[in-house]
């Protein structure tokens, strides 16, 4: 087959050959249907970009950082492949890496990025600082997806953790639970503060004082849900269900009440947040309060390109919903 040339794609795409090296570039603003042109045609002739030479042309990388803070995460990868998703009709490819949840890993994570000479950073989650982040990108386009920041400079695409907390207990308080054991994320991600907080505020509108006795800090992880099911049923305060602060934690806390012959939802009721694939096949099926997270990496991805191109991107907030299955029992219906 005949290497495919600019020339090729401009016959054939009904345009001048400095449109399509325009649309190419991704740099200029190309009229819409110009720029669809001019895709098609690639797609139509199996054209493949030469990025190094691409990048030798623009003074670019193609390339856009990534950092993330859990690859084993499926939230995370489900925010990960929307990246890649919004990205691939582009001629960028992303760069990841990973804090591991810890602050001096995030910032050593971001620094090698930085290094690497990315045209761009998308940062999903994480507990770093607008000041921390600001001393080490200087000037790049940064996006920030699954957290949100007053710094104007930042682009956000994120969703009301608050919200999403006072839903997910007033769920249970609806169906009748009034002793509601939180596992709680990292005391500093702002993800477990701001759904702590909706929790807090759903207890308090049905005149319920938050018992610290029923509060316990996780990592996010499945074995940090089973150690804090273990703490609360050592502490001996009774409780009717259990408001996890991700479905990870929430198979943790499943597996423990299982290891104590406490029997879900008969015997204690769990929610979960982020609804994660594998929440439907738990057992019983997870009741969750549902997160866009790969609709949310394809927002950023969208993001970042358009900055890129020098066009605007304001912040950007998703809306989750409740998804009701089977661990939570409604007391409200029982018979007494």
């Known amino acids: 087959m005949n290497k495919v040339t600019i020339d090729d794609i401009a016959k054939v795409a009904g345009v001048s050959k400095s449109t399509v090296s325009r649309v190419l570039q991704g740099r200029v603003a190309v009229h819409p249907d110009k720029k669809n042109a001019v895709l098609t045609a690639t797609r139509r002739l199996g054209f493949k970009p030469n990025i190094v030479a691409q990048s030798l042309a623009s003074g670019r990388s193609m390339t856009i950082g990534v950092l993330t803070q859990n690859m084993g995460s499926p939230f995370y990868d489900a925010i990960a492949q929307g990246v890649i998703a919004g990205l691939s009709p582009s001629s960028y490819s992303p760069i990841f890496a990973d804090g591991r949840w810890q602050i001096p890993m995030e910032l050593s994570a971001l620094q090698s990025l930085v290094g690497r000479r990315v045209d761009g950073l998308v940062l999903i989650g994480g507990s770093i600082s607008s000041q921390q982040i600001q001393e080490c990108c200087n000037e790049l386009p940064i996006v920030i997806v699954a957290r949100r920041f007053s710094d104007s400079n930042y682009r956000c695409i994120s969703m009301d953790n608050v919200h999403g907390g006072y839903e997910a207990t007033r769920h249970?308080?609806?169906?009748?639970?009034?002793?509601?054991?939180?596992?709680?994320?990292?005391?500093?991600?702002?993800?477990?503060?701001?759904?702590?907080?909706?929790?807090?505020?759903?207890?308090?509108?049905?005149?319920?004082?938050?018992?610290?006795?029923?509060m316990v800090e996780s990592d996010f992880s499945p074995d940090s849900g089973l150690s804090a099911v273990r703490e609360l049923i050592k502490r001996g305060e009774p409780f009717t269900a259990i408001f996890a602060a991700n479905d990870l934690t929430a198979f943790g806390a499943r597996l423990a009440l299982d290891q104590h012959g406490l029997r879900v939802p008969d015997d204690v009721s769990i929610i979960g947040f982020d609804d994660q694939l594998e929440s439907a096949y738990m057992t019983p099926p997870l009741t969750t309060y549902h997160q866009p997270a790969r609709e949310m990496g394809h927002h950023a991805a969208k993001a970042i390109l358009k900055l890129l191109q020098g066009d605007e991107f304001l912040s950007l907030q998703v809306p989750g919903h409740l998804v009701v299955r089977r661990s939570v029992r409604d007391l409200t219906t029982i018979v007494h």
């Open 172 to 214: 249970l308080l609806d169906c009748g639970h009034r002793k509601i054991a939180i596992i709680r994320g990292l005391s500093h991600h702002a993800d477990a503060i701001e759904r702590h907080q909706g929790y807090t505020r759903a207890l308090e509108e049905f005149g319920i004082v938050p018992d610290p006795r029923l």
